[in-house]
């Protein structure tokens, strides 16, 4: 199991309290992509999404677990959502780090740290998800050409 390092619990605390921005960044991130996802996700959805991947993140940032991380961005991936989706996602997250957690003041490089470790982690994960989803695709369109052409011999 891959660990990232924590950030100290003032600057979680400051995270957390950003928790709504947090979830109404990703919202917006995912609402401008709704229609790059496959059909599989409903727009009402959406939200639910935009939560659970704040929950995650700040879960990221209390433990560093980053296999947590890769196996949120494969249920993303099997779930449908589009790779312009998460990539916008990303960048919401990227986004409301550096401009939410402390407006006016610099950036903090722990917490600029910990984000890309945790997006990193999403996106391997996302890919992996994708990858594993194109095989069974696959998969399913080999054994259906092998029927029809097991119905044609016949």
């Known amino acids: 199991m891959s660990v ?27 609402q401008e992509t709704v229609f790059s996802n496959r059909m599989l996700i409903a727009p009402r959805r959406l939200d639910g999404i935009g939560q659970a991947t704040t929950a995650a993140f700040l879960g990221f940032l209390e433990t ?10 494969r249920q993303l991936a099997l779930e449908g959502l589009g790779h ?16 939410s957690v402390n407006p006016g003041a610099e950036t903090s490089p722990a917490l600029q740290e910990a984000a890309g470790h945790y997006i990193n982690a999403l996106l391997e994960g996302y890919m992996a998800g994708r990858e594993e989803d194109i095989l069974k695709e696959q998969e399913r369109t080999r054994e259906a050409s092998l029927r029809a052409r097991g119905q044609q011999a016949a």
């Open 64 to 73: 560093g677990d980053e296999e947590a991380v890769h196996e949120r961005g």
């Open 84 to 99: 312009r989706a998460i990539l916008t996602m990303t960048e919401a997250l990227r986004r409301v780090c550096r401009e």
């Open 4 to 30: 990232a390092p924590t950030i100290a619990p003032a600057l979680l605390r400051q995270v957390r309290a950003c928790q709504e921005a947090i979830v109404a960044s990703l919202r917006r991130a995912l």
